[in-house]
């Protein structure tokens, strides 16, 4: 069963910058494309960005455009998420996902209500000052 560990959350002020990981174990954890989400306090879960098996990449939510990077360490069976320039609406829970519809190696298009599943934990993102 695949499993996702999520990890280097924090707080941080407007401007600044953090790196998230998705850690993943599990039988061939390579093969799925991994989306991150989030979801800021009394609001729904939304997409933010996807990665495909391959590396590339799709982006759902616009209000990350130029600012936040999606990539994949096949070595270490691990997504990240660079984010830069973080605003306080940024602030809210960060949780991965692997897809888990056919095909499994590709983001797909649009974020459905189960396209993704085998959900980390979470990590808690902050920006204030």
């Known amino acids: 069963q695949l499993q996702l560990v999520e990890s280097g959350g924090g707080l941080v002020q407007p401007g600044g910058s953090l790196r998230l990981s998705c850690a993943a174990s599990g039988f061939i954890s390579n093969l799925y494309a991994i989306g991150w989400f989030r979801q800021a306090p009394e609001k729904e879960r939304e997409g933010v960005l996807c990665i495909s098996s391959s590396g590339g990449s799709t982006k759902y939510a616009d209000s990350v455009k130029g600012r936040f990077t999606i990539s994949r360490d096949k070595a270490k069976n691990t997504v990240y998420l660079q984010m830069n320039s973080l605003k306080p609406e940024d602030t809210g829970g960060y949780y991965c996902?692997?897809?888990?519809?056919?095909?499994?190696?590709?983001?797909?298009?649009?974020?459905?209500?189960?396209?993704?599943?085998?959900w980390g934990q979470g990590t808690q993102v902050t920006v204030s000052s």
């Open positions: 996902a692997a897809v888990r519809r056919n095909p499994v190696e590709i983001c797909p298009p649009r974020v459905g209500g189960s396209d993704f599943g085998s």
